[in-house]
C-alpha cells in the first residue's frame, strides 16, 4: 500500500483481496438466488393456486427446507465478507504502524502524536464498522438484483414502475446522505483537533495544575469550542443520515400501494401484486440496511485519505537490522578470513 497515492477503499479492495471478494460475490449470488426460490415457491404453492387444494405436508417441508437453506447461506455469505473485512482492517493497522516505525524522525515530529493516534485509534475503527456493515449494503445490492430479475419475469410493466419509485426514493435518499458526507469529513478534521486538545491536557498537566489561568483558556477557548463543534457536526449528520433511513422505509410502504393502484389500473392478475406486494416487504429490510450501511463506507473513505494524508514511509515487511545482521556477518567473515590467513602461516612456522 502506497501511502502517497491517494487510492479509494474500493481499488484497494479490488488490488489486493480480488480472489476472496470474488468468492464473496458468489456466495451473495447464492444467497439471492435461495431468497429468489423462496418467493417464487411461496408465489407458486400459496398464491398463485387455491391454498387448501395444494398445502401438504410435502410442500410445508419444502418450504421449511428452503428457509434452512436461506439461513445457513445468508450466514456463510455474510461470514466470508465479515473475515475479509477484519483481516483487511488487520493487515491495515500492522502495516501502518510498520510504516510510522519506518517514517523518518523529522516527518514524525512534523505530524504529532495527536494525528498519528487518531488516525491509530478513530481511522482504524471507522474502517472496521464499515465492513461489519458491509454484508448488509453488498447483500443488499445482489439480493435486489435477483429480485428484481424475478419480479420482471413476472410483470414487466409493473416492475418498472416499482423500479422508477425505488430508484426515486434512493435518489432522494443519496441526495440526504451527500450531507452526512460533508459532515463526516468536517467532524473528522474536528477530531484531529480535540486529540491535540487531550495530548495538551495531559503532557502539561502539571504547568496546568499551577497556573489555572492557562487551564481555564485552554478548557473553555480550545477544548469546549471544539467538542461543541463535534457536538453540532455529528448532530447534523445522524439527523440528515435518519431522514434518509425514515424517508426510505416510508416510500417503500407506498410503494405497496403504488403496486395495487396500478395493477387495477394494467388489469394485472391480484396474484401477481400480491407477490409484488410480499416480495417489498421482504426486501424493505435489506434495502433500508444497505442504505444505512452506505455511509459508514463513506467515513471509512474518509478514514482512510486521512491515513494517506500523513505521507509516510512505505510498507516494508523486513526490518533494516536484517540487513544490518547480514553485513556484520560478511563483516565478521572477512575478519575471520584475515585472521586465518595471518595465523596459519604463524603456526606453520
Do not use: C
Request: proline letters at 3%; zero cysteines; charged letters at 10%.
Amino acid at each position: 500500500m502506497s501511502s502517497h497515492a491517494t487510492v479509494s477503499l474500493y481499488q484497494m479492495i479490488w488490488a489486493h483481496y480480488r480472489l476472496p471478494f470474488l468468492k464473496v460475490i458468489f456466495l451473495n449470488l447464492v444467497n439471492a438466488a435461495v431468497s429468489v426460490g423462496i418467493i417464487a415457491y411461496i408465489n407458486h404453492t400459496f398464491i398463485s393456486q387455491p391454498v387448501f387444494n395444494t398445502l401438504s405436508w410435502a410442500s410445508l417441508g419444502q418450504f421449511s427446507a428452503l428457509v434452512v437453506l436461506l439461513l445457513v447461506t445468508t450466514f456463510v455469505s455474510q461470514y466470508a465478507l465479515t473475515r475479509l473485512g477484519h483481516q483487511f482492517v488487520y493487515e491495515l493497522r500492522t502495516k501502518l504502524v510498520k510504516q510510522i516505525i519506518d517514517t523518518k524522525v523529522p516527518q514524525i515530529d512534523h505530524l504529532g502524536s495527536a494525528r498519528l493516534l487518531a488516525s491509530l485509534s478513530s481511522d482504524i475503527q471507522s474502517i472496521t464498522v464499515a465492513f461489519v456493515r458491509m454484508p448488509e449494503l453488498v447483500q443488499g445490492v445482489i439480493l435486489s438484483v435477483g429480485v428484481a430479475l424475478y419480479l420482471g419475469w413476472l410483470s414487466l410493466p409493473l416492475l418498472l414502475i416499482v423500479m422508477f419509485w425505488i430508484a426515486m426514493t434512493i435518489w432522494i435518499s443519496t441526495i440526504l446522505v451527500k450531507h452526512v458526507y460533508t459532515h463526516l469529513r468536517e467532524l473528522r478534521e474536528i477530531n484531529d483537533l480535540l486529540y491535540e486538545d487531550y495530548q495538551s491536557i495531559i503532557d502539561g498537566r502539571k504547568e496546568l495544575a499551577l497556573n489555572q489561568h492557562r487551564a481555564e483558556k485552554l478548557y473553555k477557548d480550545d477544548f469546549l469550542n471544539h467538542a461543541k463543534s463535534y457536538q453540532n457536526r455529528v448532530i447534523k449528520s445522524d439527523t440528515y443520515h435518519l431522514s434518509a433511513v425514515n424517508w426510505s422505509n416510508i416510500m417503500m410502504f407506498a410503494a405497496i400501494g403504488v403496486v395495487f393502484a396500478v395493477s387495477n389500473y394494467l388489469a394485472i392478475p391480484m396474484g401477481i401484486a400480491t407477490t409484488f406486494s410480499l416480495t417489498i416487504l421482504f426486501m424493505q429490510s435489506p434495502i433500508l440496511h444497505a442504505v444505512g450501511a452506505y455511509p459508514t463506507l463513506q467515513t471509512a473513505q474518509v478514514a482512510l485519505d486521512k491515513i494517506q494524508s500523513l505521507e509516510l514511509a512505505e510498507y516494508q515487511p523486513t526490518f533494516t537490522t536484517d540487513i544490518v545482521v547480514n553485513n556484520w556477518q560478511s563483516y565478521h567473515s572477512m575478519i575471520l578470513a584475515i585472521v586465518m590467513q595471518v595465523t596459519i602461516p604463524l603456526q606453520m612456522r
